[in-house]
């Protein structure tokens, strides 16, 4: 399966901003819709955000909307996602994963990057 890496979590205050990096390596994200899920501290994961491979058209969950962003660079090797005005209940592990796969619970998941918003 193709293996991606996250990165770029931190402890923000709240009304800050981080951006996460989804990161390939030895292959492009041509076939594939990428998403970011998040799995909040007692809670399931549950996918936020997705680009498509297909015409890059992108996906929210509703508590994200309006402040978060997703892109890709155009070598297709690089998935962003973007947190601006962050709040304590975006605080997890934040991962991703080809959409379809991370829905459907076959992804084999990695470590992820923690997302802390505290003051």
């Known amino acids: 399966q193709a293996q991606l890496v996250e990165s770029g979590g931190g402890l923000v205050q709240p009304g800050g901003s981080l951006r996460l990096s989804c990161t390939t390596s030895?292959?492009?994200?041509?076939?594939?819709?990428i998403g970011w899920f998040r799995q909040a501290p007692g809670k399931e994961r549950e996918g936020i955000s997705r680009?498509?491979?297909?015409?890059?058209?992108?996906y929210y969950v509703d508590s994200v909307k309006g402040r978060f962003t997703i892109s890709r660079n155009d070598a297709k090797t690089t998935v962003y996602l973007q947190m601006n005005r962050l709040k304590p209940e975006d605080t997890g592990i934040y991962y991703c994963?080809?959409?379809?796969?991370?829905?459907?619970?076959?992804?084999?998941w990695g470590p992820g990057t923690q997302v802390t918003v505290s003051s």
């Open positions: 030895g292959f492009t994200l041509d076939y594939y819709s």
């Open positions: 680009i498509s491979d297909s015409d890059g058209s992108t």
């Open positions: 994963a080809p959409w379809a796969q991370g829905l459907a619970g076959s992804y084999n």
